[in-house]
């Protein structure tokens, strides 16, 4: 049985920190992509960040220099540090599984076989 349990939201003012978790379980975590995504109200989901298996990462434009997304595969958990937020990445916050490919680009959206059930973030 897959679960994806986060864990960490919340509201934070403008250029603060908040630090997600996405525990896993059900399946083998090292070898799956893992990623996150959000989606703000009246917009589409979109990638936020995503690890691959041997720990590569990838980063939507807009948190690239802010988010840092990590994994510990002994804890079968991933993380996502967002620092200097702002306003405009308040959204639900979802992590997401899937084996391949693993990107964040158009689409990817389509290839997560596996979603947690969200987080709202808010910064104001």
């Known amino acids: 049985h897959v679960q994806l349990v986060e864990s960490g939201g919340g509201s934070v003012q403008a250029g603060g920190s908040l630090r997600r978790s996405c525990a896993a379980t059900g399946f083998t975590f090292s070898s799956f992509c893992m990623a996150w995504f959000r989606q703000a109200p009246g917009k589409e989901r979109e990638g936020v960040a995503a690890?691959?298996?041997?720990?590569?990462?990838r980063y939507a434009d807009s948190v690239k220099g802010r988010f840092t997304i990590s994994k510990d595969n002994a804890k079968n958990t991933m993380y996502l540090q967002m620092d200097s937020l702002k306003p405009e990445d308040t959204a639900m916050y979802y992590c997401a599984a899937w084996s391949s490919p693993c990107d964040i680009g158009p689409g990817s959206t389509t290839w997560a076989g596996y979603w947690g059930q969200g987080t709202q973030v808010t910064v104001s």
């Open positions: 690890i691959t298996s041997v720990g590569r990462t």
